[in-house]
T-cell receptor
Framework: GQQLNQSPQSMFIQEGEDVSMNCTSS?????WLWYKQDPGEGPVLLIA?????ELTSNGRLTAQFGITRKDSFLNISASIPSDVGIYFC???????????FGKGTKLTVNP | NAGVTQTPKFQVLKTGQSMTLQCAQD?????MYWYRQDPGMGLRLIYY???????DKGEVPNGYNVSRLNKREFSLRLESAAPSQTSVYFC???????????FGPGTRLLVL
């Protein structure tokens, strides 16, 4: 079946640093989504991407839909302590109702 | 506008007991989903419903049944709970097509 490789698995950074994480797929997707999950909560949608090459920002977050349609990345600029959490990518291929999820990047921000 | 709501938040069951997890959404979405989340495994799809009156199996359907009661509500039933079903269960909803899914707060289930 389809697989998503999300990296890195975890990151430990200092407050104020920029962060970059990415996901790659073995197949072509027509949707890329990025979620953040806080402990004890459900995933919250951060950014949705629907076109190859699309670059979308949400405050300090920026995500891009790779032009090959097999990858996506998420950048966080000037990290703050509340950025701590697990970030998931998810993708959907054409015609499918189902999302495929990466296994998450756990972000720790040291003040 | 509550989004996706789930009940209960927590549940402890003994092996062999049954229970139903409830999910409702107020975003007028056509599609609804049930996932389980286990450490190191990420989110895995149990069942989904692309529209009212239809349901389909996901990646890990064994041991579960679902009912799409109406457009708003999608329930997940464990007929005979097993310790392997200890997990966090998330319901999600979304529009048909390549659109985003929105998640509820989760139900934490422990099966002893």
């Amino acid at each position: 079946g389809q697989q998503l490789n999300q990296s890195p698995q975890s990151m430990f950074i200092q407050e104020g640093e920029d962060v970059s994480m990415n996901c790659t797929s073995s197949s072509i997707f027509n949707t890329w989504l990025w979620y953040k999950q806080d402990p004890g909560e459900g995933p919250v949608l951060l950014i949705a991407l629907y076109k190859a090459g699309e670059l979308t920002s949400n405050g300090r977050l920026t995500a891009q839909f790779g032009i090959t349609r097999k990858d996506s990345f998420l950048n966080i600029s000037a990290s703050i302590p509340s950025d701590v959490g697990i970030y998931f990518c998810a993708g959907r291929s054409g015609g499918s109702e189902k999302l495929v999820f990466g296994k998450g990047t756990k972000l720790t921000v040291n003040p | 506008n509550a989004g996706v709501t789930q009940t209960p938040k927590f549940q402890v069951l003994k092996t062999g007991q049954s229970m139903t997890l409830q999910c409702a959404q107020d975003m007028n979405h056509n599609s609804m989903y049930w996932y389980r989340q286990d450490p190191g495994m990420g989110l895995r799809l149990i069942y989904y419903s692309a529209s009212e009156g239809t349901t389909d199996k996901g990646e890990v359907p064994n041991g579960y049944n679902v009912s799409r009661l109406n457009k708003r509500e999608f329930s997940l039933r464990l007929e005979s709970a097993a310790p392997s079903q200890t997990s966090v269960y998330f319901c999600a909803s979304g529009q048909v097509g390549p659109r985003a899914q929105y998640f509820g707060p989760g139900t934490r289930l422990l099966v002893l």
